[in-house]
């Protein structure tokens, strides 16, 4: 009996025990020959995933006897923070609202709370997001925009200064996505930047996405558009939760983010068998 079998017998088990689960966490201890492409493959979950649950700093150097908290199926977690409400929790990961709410086994008048974790399978993660038709990169994160690309105030040291890219402000451990597909070249802290991951596209460009909590990528790691890349944080120059977000064209300079995505009332947007553009939100 393989490990995939094994596991979803555990799995189901545990459904025949329980009928108020969200989500089943397994915890597999790593054997030789293993690696996070292969734990990835066999147990039916995303890389990010894997690095997201267990905070590793290096995935490719996991080890014969480490332990690895995977969930079943494939999902995220989201720690609910004070004024949060289903439908805001739901635009944070690009969901519908109703199949996260039952994905829970809570109602849609069911209270939560600060601390409350919420599951969010992978299956719905991305559902609401809008696929650029005519920008190149999709919205990193669901978040109201809390300083431009360009000159300002800097808010920390009150001087001013340029401002290489976008800040999108949202709770800390909001999701942060790929804007487009690419490799990942830069997976740790730099400077001001505090937590940062930075990918080099197939059109040429590069994007930075700064200040996270947590980094759930590698270098080398290859991420489509909407993977997941990392949490919303306040690592580095920061004065709150929020992601800054830098385009780099190919000769390295910056450009304005928001002449590469999409509208704003496009952030969050409803697919429709019509024409998959109608908006949900913003």
Do not use: C
Not at 1 to 14: D, E, K, T, W
Not at 181 to 207: K, R, S
Not at 219 to 230: E, F, H, T
Not at 246 to 265: F, I, K, Q
């Amino acid at each position: 009996m393989n490990r995939r079998v094994i596991l979803l017998f555990l799995f189901m088990s545990s459904l025949l025990m329980t009928r108020s689960f969200a989500y089943f966490l397994v915890t597999y201890v790593v054997r030789a020959g293993d690696s996070i492409h292969t734990i990835s493959r066999d147990l039916d979950v995303s890389i990010s995933t894997i690095i997201d649950f267990n905070s590793l700093k290096n995935p490719n150097s996991i080890k014969a006897g480490d332990t690895l908290r995977i969930p079943q199926p494939d999902g995220l977690i989201y720690e609910v923070q004070s004024g949060d409400t289903f439908d805001y929790i739901a635009k944070l990961f690009f969901s519908p609202v109703d199949e996260l709410i039952a994905a829970n086994n809570l109602k849609p008048d069911s209270v939560i709370n600060p601390g409350q974790r919420i599951f969010i399978p992978m299956s719905l993660v991305n559902l609401y997001q809008y696929i650029p038709q005519s920008s190149p990169f999709r919205w990193p994160i669901y978040g109201v925009i809390s300083s431009d690309y360009g000159w300002r105030t800097h808010p920390v040291t009150g001087q001013p200064s340029f401002h290489s890219g976008l800040d999108i402000a949202a709770p800390e451990g909001t999701p942060i996505f790929a804007g487009s597909g690419g490799t990942v070249v830069f997976a740790g802290v730099n400077g001001g930047y505090g937590n940062m991951v930075e990918i080099q596209h197939d059109n040429g460009y590069l994007t930075r996405y700064g200040h996270m909590s947590k980094i759930s990528v590698y270098v080398g790691q290859r991420v489509d558009a909407g993977s997941l890349i990392g949490r919303v944080g306040s690592t580095g120059v920061s004065t709150g939760p929020h992601v800054h977000f830098e385009v780099r064209d190919p000769r390295a300079n910056t450009m304005n983010p928001l002449s590469m995505l999409p509208t704003r009332d496009l952030m969050y947007v409803i697919r429709r068998e019509d024409d998959g553009t109608a908006a949900g939100g913003k």
